[in-house]
């Protein structure tokens, strides 16, 4: 612990020696007036309301020419009372017909074109709502964050927060226009007498490969809500203390057994405006969006799977770290949750507690098993209680420090929920200093028993440089986790490890029609174990190109050792992968790649491995979306050898959206290598979020010896839920 402290120090001291970055002035700064009353919010304009808004004409371009003007115009009006947030964009349009609009699901709209409204209610350049709509008035919402954990679905703009906010779209022959009102309720923004947010809002032409912002963007500027203008609102607004409750009913019926009724309800209190609590009782975790099938033959390290209940989402990106210490996935039937999230002045904080009947164990002493399958067994004897509190704190623009701890207490029905247990303890931070460079670390201290295993304290670090600008970007960064660490709450793919890892890479900006960046890089792997052993060492080259019509081409050339089972394997391989956008009916990705690769099993060897991946989406009318997924996996002993096994994977998706609140899903998924075939019907009415009724019917078959599918299952399952707000 002596050393733990002492590294904190050290590194602390280095940055305190820094030249950190200032705040960019802000020139983009508007005060909105107060409506004397509330605009309708139809998408079309015609109130003549919105004329005594404040109006942002000033928009630029910024792919594919940075700084240029925008190939069409744009004009955004906006004002506000006591309850709402009103904003209307005008978006004019030389050619009507060719604009890209469908009827989809709330949160399921993509290649359109669309507005995008961000929304920094604490103006800390960290963390921002997002609110998104396209021409036929669809709505997205999420949460942009701007320091982001790479893979794991959480790239920048995370869709998965929902709140209610009213929009509409209107196209005509000028163009289309859109309307929102977003409640000051649906936001969390400082507790004070006046509010300073910043503000951003993007226009997205998409067959022109076109983004278009009303404050100026710059790739000479590392980050993206440092660039954005300031909104005032001077006036009385609504400061939250609003209270939520949702009621939530499933019932689940599988062949052969009786109708299994569930019940839960869900609490929100605004404690203030800048701080919720949030309680659940029995909360309903049922999946009604599965997940994507992934390959899990011949894998050495369990798979990641994103999550998807709602409980979980909201605030998920507080518990964010470099190493991922909380992935709630791992929380598999809980009876209850707690959390309490917000930030008060410069301090974010978030809590969350839930008890889980049934959660996975404690890992002590070995690296995780190689072939593990991840699926508890049914007959799980454990209860666990599972605590985490997260504290940051904002020392500048784009820098923070951070603390967090998480537990989990694990024991028998009947016996003390402390007989095993998982405590995590560490400290992180992220600062941003000369413009272009940013610098984080996290180190982490793990305590654990589990029957009669029991380890003290042992350590895990990570540190991360990086420099990004118009061309030129770099990064390094260093990895430690001891093979004793462990963290039941989060997800570690390995243990057992020091790790360097560093990439240079070059941005050419041609910025036309055709070709906006072509991008070279170069990244270096090298992983050790703590018996100073080589286990690992990569280099790779990856040149990545995108143009016309959301086009992007990347391929990558890796050569690479791979230490398994006290066996060097050293393999070369090669993967492409190629997507476009080239009507509004058709997208599409194509990706192949072949090179060496490993038998994980007890005599491994090296043979030779092909992959192949096809999406396409297809949209024949406004309301039909066609998705369709190939992978085929092909493993030989040896390049031009005998076949060892192939692997066959076709989904489909196909969403039929009846109205907008009304739609019909058809999902199916075949897997020949296990012979699993899984079809899904789900009837969703979702008339805001949290107001939603479900009805939906799962069939699972397996194929015989004999090549005859044979039902292994069939489920129908109903949802219903009400969302009050008071």
Known sequence: MKRFCFCILISLLILSLFSFSQENKDDYHVIIPEFTSPPKIDGKLENPLWEKGAVLDTFTQFEPQEGAQPSEKTMAYLGYDKDNLYIAVRCYDSNPDAIRACLAKRDSVYGDDEITIYLDTFNDKKRAFVFQVNPCGIQTDGI????RRRGRGGWGFDRSWDTFFLSDAHIDDSGYTVELAIPFKSLRFPNSQSQAWGLQIMRTIRRKNEEIY????????????????TLEIGGAIEKGKNFEFMPVFTGLKQSDKKFDPEAGINFKYGITSNMTADIAFNPDFSQVESDMPQVEVNQRYALYYPEKRPFFLEGKDFYDTPLELVYTRKIVDPLWGVKLTGKIGKTTLGFLSTYDENPPGIDI???PDEDEDEEEEEDNPYNALISIFRLKRDLYSESH???IITDKEMGRPGDSITDNYNRVLGVDGHFKFQNYYRFSFQFLSSSSKMEDKKTDFVPAMNFSLSRRARHLSLSASWTSIHPDFEAASGFFRRK????????V????????DLIISIRPSLEYRRIYDFDNTLTDEEFEFSWFINGW???HIWTTVSSELERYEGINFRKKNFRANLSSEPFSWLSGRISYSFGDAIRYEDNPYLGYKTSLGITLTLKPLTNLRLFYDFKNIMFYREKGGEKDYEINIISQRINYQISRPLSLRLITDYDDYNGELYTSILLSYEYRPGTVFYFGIDDNQEKGESGIFR???RYYFIKFSYWWRI
């Open 711 to 713: 039902r292994e299952g």
């Open 549 to 551: 019509r959301q086009s």
């Open 496 to 503: 057992n490890i020091h790790s360097l890892n560093t990439r």
């Open 365 to 367: 002493g070995d690296s």
């Open 144 to 147: 942009y964050t701007e320091i």
């Open 401 to 403: 420090i951070g603390f």
């Open 214 to 229: 009303w404050r100026p963007r710059s790739r000479d500027i590392n980050g993206f809500l440092i660039q954005s203008g």
């Open 505 to 512: 890479s070059y941005a050419f900006l041609p910025q036309n």
